[in-house]
Structures are given as C-alpha cells and as structure tokens.
C-alpha cells in the first residue's frame, strides 16, 4: 500500500491504526523509513503524513467513543476485542494520570491503538486530545521512520529477517485474536 500510493497509503495505514484496528506501526513506519532512504519520500514530510493519519484515525475513535460511549462498547467492543475489562482498566488509567495517559499512550506500542476511544468516553477536551495525538504520535512516527531510514542501507540483508518477524507477529496476532474470540464468543447454553 505504501509504496503503490506513496504518502496516501501512509496516511490511511496510520489513521486505520490509530482508529482501534490492529495495523501495527512497527510494520508502517520502519518501511515508511526505507522509502525516505531510498529517495522517494522526504523524513519530514513522511513524518507530518504519518502523525497526520494517527491523528485522523484518533478523532475517529475518539467520537466513537463521545457518541457511543460504554452502551457502544458493551453492546460492540467484544467485535473489536475490547471488552468491560479492559474499559475498567483504561478508565483507572484516565482517573489515576489524567489527561496526559493520551500523550504517554501515544508513545507506547499497543496502547497507542486504543488510547483514543476511552478519551473520547471519558469526554476528554477534544483540543487537548488532538494537540496530545500530535505530539506524542509525532515522536513516534518519527523515532520508526529514523530507524527504517537508518536500516535502509541494510535493508536487503534484514529483509529475511523482518519476514521472519513478521511470521511471529502474524502468528501472534492470530494467538491472541484466537484467545478473544474464544473467550468472548462462548457457545450458549441451550
């Protein structure tokens, strides 16, 4: 997607990441980072689209969240593999660190996909939320497009390397969206 629509197909990666569907960063960016050695993208200009889409997919959580809120998630998040739990625990997160649990978790693998949507519940100010996505999604994009930069010269010896982790991740994924559906999607009882 990336390289057939350039800085379109980074700013849709990342907006679909940051709007609660699994499409890991760690894969986007560093490849986005091999595009800027490579001569086809400029680092800033990489960077600017990637926080751009991360904050695009944020507001799309975020308002799925203002609107719909717990009765959204109670009545959906098992679709999404977002469950009572873990809406407990992120609004622990809010109460105990407050608004800056955006800024922070923008910064964090995993949270970072997620952060939005208990903002949006938790009716954060939505200038706050997005100067918070920005900054902080700013420093990771950018942090990932430097480091695929900088493997970029290497990048076809470590490119065994990446598919392999790409195959542990995959499988990771499947593991655990395995373990979901299996623990949230039980047979009822007749």
């Given at each position: 997607?990336?390289?057939?629509?350039?800085?379109?197909?980074?700013?849709?990666?990342?907006?679909?990441?940051?709007?609660?569907?699994?499409?890991?960063?760690?894969?986007?960016?560093?490849?986005?980072g091999f595009?800027?050695?490579?001569?086809?993208f400029?680092?800033?200009?990489?960077?600017?689209?990637?926080?751009?889409?991360?904050?695009?997919?944020?507001?799309?959580?975020?308002?799925?969240?203002?609107?719909?809120?717990?009765?959204?998630?109670?009545?959906?998040?098992?679709?999404?593999?977002?469950?009572?739990?873990?809406?407990?625990?992120?609004?622990?997160?809010?109460?105990?660190?407050?608004e800056?649990?955006?800024?922070i978790g923008?910064?964090?693998?995993?949270?970072?996909?997620?952060?939005?949507?208990?903002?949006?519940?938790?009716?954060?100010?939505?200038?706050?939320?997005?100067?918070?996505?920005?900054?902080?999604?700013?420093?990771?994009?950018?942090?990932l497009?430097?480091?695929?930069?900088?493997?970029?010269?290497?990048w076809?010896?470590?490119?065994?390397?990446?598919?392999?982790?790409?195959?542990?991740?995959?499988g990771?994924?499947?593991?655990?969206?395995?373990?979901?559906?299996?623990?949230?999607?039980?047979p009822?009882?007749?």
């Amino acid at each position: 997607m990336i390289s057939s629509f350039g800085y379109f197909g980074v700013f849709i990666a990342m907006a679909i990441e940051s709007a609660c569907i699994p499409l890991p960063s760690e894969i986007i960016l560093p490849f986005t980072g091999f595009m800027v050695f490579l001569g086809h993208f400029g680092f800033w200009q990489a960077t600017v689209v990637a926080t751009l889409g991360n904050l695009f997919g944020g507001f799309v959580a975020y308002y799925v969240g203002v609107w719909g809120g717990r009765p959204f998630l109670k009545r959906y998040g098992r679709y999404i593999l977002f469950n009572e739990r873990e809406l407990a625990w992120t609004e622990r997160l809010f109460e105990r660190h407050g608004e800056m649990t955006v800024l922070i978790g923008r910064m964090l693998p995993v949270v970072r996909t997620f952060i939005s949507l208990p903002a949006g519940i938790a009716r954060m100010n939505p200038v706050k939320m997005a100067a918070y996505t920005a900054l902080g999604a700013f420093f990771w994009c950018a942090l990932l497009i430097f480091v695929g930069q900088k493997l970029g010269q290497n990048w076809n010896s470590l490119k065994p390397m990446f598919h392999r982790a790409d195959l542990v991740i995959g499988g990771g994924i499947v593991i655990v969206v395995a373990y979901f559906l299996l623990k949230n999607f039980k047979p009822r009882k007749r």
